[in-house]
């Protein structure tokens, strides 16, 4: 359908101010990537869209970025993040990589719709401000360097829900439309979404430089990245660049762990598409797994399941072995490569251990965890147990939450074995319901119930409350984000706002937000998300 010229909502995206002295623009700026030279980048100018108006914007990361709120609401603000504008501190430009997409060489790439503006000096440190969407640059290829107003908004929802979670990722400041067309399987409209990281340094930036034999580049690339984001590398025993690779290894690792944690897939973990520094980036066809499938496949354009949900970790393993062997001409001999990215094979299962035992209230990882969570998962599978509501559930069965619910159970009355069922109303809804093998649940359940009360000290309330800590109760599921799309497309921009809000406290029992907790509506199954954006 084609939709052109979607009317502001004024409720969420109040009329334009004038900048004045009161709400100056944000700064100051520095631009330390620019500093690499221009081996690194093309400089450009974003390219100009027409009649933007605000889609979304994250309050908490202006607030964090030091960004005066009522700039932010300013028309400059809309034309600066629409790249209709470019302050006078900024240095915009396009940066070149190359990587492996769909485990093949593809050779270069580059930033074909991302444009860095440079640096803004925060209180955390400075942090590099890029629109995505902003324009043709010289690595666009086939592309128009445009991004559509759909997978803006997943990108801008999923990257501030996932920082809510506690999962290390990029950040997204706004998302601002403009009518003009944008052909992809039909005619969209164009977005720009306003992405923030410490540095989005891929480790197809070292494959670029290091497989085009600029080992000069690739030298310089890695030095700046230790120094600026890896310090103790330096200092390490050993190669510098073998300690690089062993900390980026770490951070992956702790990264994907998380993921499986959450149900996450990343739907295209190409080379390009990771991360020096372990953050999530370059939101695509990504999805919070509704029904649990180990298998699961949430991009359409993934064919040979090369992602799915359970090979993640095996990627990101194989992809550190691409950013390896980037690296060699650095390192003395291929053994220190080697050598570094073993510890990826300890830090994963511990870090998932962990957090999987966290999700089940376990305090800390004991012989036969593993297994324990290795049966759930498969009763998960084998049913098709919805991911998030099962580990939330599964709290409330520790210790029940909320004034709705009724804690005390009526006692059966003698003499009537069914008693209790007649008798009790169903009080919240239960683990057990989830499954349709509910014997084999109910023996996994007495493995657990033992398990949690052979902890010392043994609290249900508390247990109860750190579970809910890291169990959230709202993910950006696939079909809430289609949700608030399309009442976007139509111009009302209310449900990405609340969506936002919402995720920005997945762990809260609020009211008011049930319809965003529930099982997903059968339609879910439907939606086909793919590379298209
Ligand atoms: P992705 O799969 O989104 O990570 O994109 C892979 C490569 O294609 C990157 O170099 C992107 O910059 C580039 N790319 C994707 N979509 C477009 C587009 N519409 N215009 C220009 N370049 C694009
Ligand atoms: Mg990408």
Redesign the pocket.
């Known amino acids: 359908m084609i939709r052109m010229n979607p009317p502001l909502n004024h409720a969420v995206a109040p009329a334009p101010e004038a900048p004045s002295p009161e709400c100056p623009a944000p700064g100051p700026w520095t631009h330390r990537f620019a500093s690499l030279g221009p081996t690194f980048f093309t400089a450009l100018q974003p390219t100009p869209l027409p009649a933007p108006h605000w889609v979304g914007t994250s309050e908490a990361l202006g607030r964090e970025l030091g960004i005066d709120p009522a700039w932010m609401r300013s028309d400059e603000a809309l034309q600066v993040f629409t790249g209709n504008r470019v302050l006078p501190a900024m240095q915009p430009l396009a940066s070149v990589?190359s990587g492996h997409?769909f485990g093949h060489w593809a050779g270069q790439?580059?930033?074909?719709?991302?444009i860095l503006l440079g640096e803004l000096v925060t209180p955390q440190g400075p942090m590099e401000v890029q629109l995505k969407g902003a324009g043709?640059?010289p690595?666009?290829?086939?592309?128009?360097?445009?991004?559509v107003l759909r997978s803006s908004i997943r990108e801008f929802l999923c990257s501030e829900a996932m920082h809510a979670l506690g999962n290390p990722t990029s950040r997204a400041l706004c998302v601002t439309g403009s009518p003009a067309p944008v052909r992809r399987e039909t005619i969209e409209t164009a977005a720009v979404v306003t992405r923030v990281a410490p540095s989005f340094i891929r480790f197809g930036h070292f494959e670029h430089f290091s497989h085009s034999g600029q080992h000069v580049a690739l030298k310089q690339l890695a030095d700046f990245v230790i120094d600026h984001f890896y310090p103790a590398c330096r200092h390490a025993s050993g190669n510098p660049y073998a300690a690089l690779l062993e900390a980026v290894s770490a951070r992956t690792a702790a990264m994907v762990a998380q993921w499986q944690s959450v149900g996450f897939c990343h739907g295209?973990m190409?080379t390009?598409?990771m991360s020096i520094l372990g953050l999530t980036i370059?939101y695509?066809p990504f999805q919070f797994m509704d029904a649990f499938n180990p298998m699961h496949i949430c991009n359409h354009s993934d064919t040979g399941g090369r992602y799915a949900f359970i090979r993640q970790p095996n990627i990101a393993y194989w992809n550190l072995f691409c950013l390896g062997q980037a690296l060699l001409p650095l390192m003395d001999d291929q053994r220190q490569a080697l050598d570094a990215l073993e510890p990826y094979k300890a830090v994963f299962p511990a870090e998932q251990q962990r957090r999987m035992g966290a999700k089940l209230g376990l305090a800390n990882v004991q012989e036969g965890d593993d297994a324990l969570v290795e049966s759930l998962m498969q009763l998960m599978a084998k049913d098709a147990v919805d991911f998030t509501i099962l580990f939330r559930r599964l709290c409330d069965e520790v210790h029940p939450v909320g004034p709705h619910v009724q804690t005390v159970r009526p006692e059966p009355v003698e003499g009537h074995p069914h008693a209790r069922l007649q008798q009790a109303q169903p009080e919240r809804p239960s683990v057990r319901d989830l499954f349709l093998q509910r014997e084999a649940f109910d023996a996994w359940a007495q493995r657990w119930r033992d398990r949690l009360q052979s902890q010392p000290g043994f609290d249900a309330a508390a247990t109860a409350e750190a579970m809910r800590q890291v169990n959230p109760r709202i993910v950006l599921r696939n079909h809430l984000g289609q949700i608030a799309i399309e009442r976007a497309q139509a111009g009302d921009f209310g449900a990405v706002d609340r969506l936002l809000n919402a995720l920005a406290a997945p762990f809260d029992e609020r009211e008011g937000e049930d319809d965003l907790a529930g099982f997903p509506p059968d339609w879910a199954q439907q939606i086909e998300i793919s590379?298209s954006?």
């Open positions: 990589y997409q790439l580059g930033d074909g719709r991302a043709l640059t690595y666009s290829r086939m592309g128009d360097g445009r991004a295209v190409n390009d598409n370059d695509g590379c954006s």
